[in-house]
């Protein structure tokens, strides 16, 4: 490994960066809610509109975190799984082969037309699909994320560094237990070089890490995979807390480790990492089979 590998010191508890005071929280995110179910009655008739609602999607479950940091309540685990049904939906959407296809939203059934790529169908997007998608436990989403081509995400012409190709090859190999995968996850962590990227910042606190911590479950090193969590989990604090970024709801919750410590989990690793960047009813799987999703 290379100078990233630079370890924090391991920590069983790290605490969120501070967010400004919610004033009326609960109608706040009442009003974001209203706006998604709009935004998916238009995206019935233009299936491309669901890439917006995902990042709305997003918000809220991000706002439920801070009110709830451990996902313990229902309204919390419901807004993480609506987000994961449409990060989903936008894959499904650009990838079937008929003219529309029925997925699941916000306890509904929805019916969205194919869309093919388009701007939201890209290598950033996939990531969010995926992390979601692992956190929430959804074997059959990941599988279907797994099946879209990689050279699906290239086709909008969206300027993504090579390593974000680099490592969704690696995620699909891992996940449909393909071959070729120490090769691939070599060469993602290659490809993150901060000596050798445009912008390291990002890559060093939000990139990189995930793709330890999946080294660290490949070799069954369980302390290892406790100091890369923790590593990340600083990491992504550091990131969000910077004073341009300290407000965003997007730093809530840290999803890609959040995703890696659910494969951890699964596998049987000790979480020993507390974070409320780190829900623990979610890597748990607390609520996992409540209702149909």
């Not at 508890?13 to 998604?36: C, K, T, W, Y």
């Not at 449909?176 to 691939?184: H, R």
């Not at 049987?268 to 607390?286: K, Q």
């Amino acid at each position: 490994m290379n100078s990233k590998e630079k370890e924090i010191a391991l920590a069983s508890i790290i605490s969120r960066h501070p967010f400004p005071v919610m004033g009326n929280a609960e109608a706040g995110l009442a009003m974001l809610q209203e706006d998604v179910e709009r935004r998916l009655e238009k995206a019935e008739t233009n299936g491309a509109l669901l890439g917006d609602v995902l990042g709305t999607t997003l918000r809220i479950a991000g706002g439920r975190s801070l009110l709830d940091p451990q996902a313990s309540i229902f309204p919390t685990w419901d807004a993480w799984v609506t987000a994961m049904q449409v990060g989903s939906a936008v894959f499904a959407t650009a990838t079937t082969t008929e003219d529309h296809v029925v997925c699941r939203i916000a306890h509904k059934d929805r019916t969205f037309p194919a869309t093919g790529g388009h701007r939201h169908v890209n290598p950033g997007t996939w990531l969010t699909a995926f992390y979601l998608a692992a956190a929430c436990r959804e074997r059959e989403r990941l599988t279907a994320l797994c099946k879209v081509p990689v050279s699906l995400l290239r086709e909008n012409g969206s300027a993504f560094p090579e390593y974000y190709y680099i490592w969704i090859d690696t995620l699909q190999t891992y996940w449909q237990g393909g071959t070729g995968l120490g090769d691939k996850l070599v060469a993602a962590i290659n490809a993150t070089d901060p000596e050798t990227v445009a912008d390291p910042v990002p890559v060093q606190h939000l990139i990189y890490p995930p793709m330890e911590m999946l080294h660290r479950i490949l070799r069954d090193d369980r302390e290892g995979f406790g100091r890369a969590l923790t590593n990340a989990v600083e990491w992504h604090k550091r990131y969000w807390s910077h004073e341009s970024r300290e407000t965003q709801l997007a730093g809530a919750v840290a999803i890609a480790p959040l995703a890696m410590a659910c494969f951890a989990h699964d596998a049987g690793f000790p979480i020993e990492v507390e974070s409320e960047y780190l829900p623990a009813a979610l890597i748990g799987r607390n609520w996992c089979g409540e209702f149909p999703t």
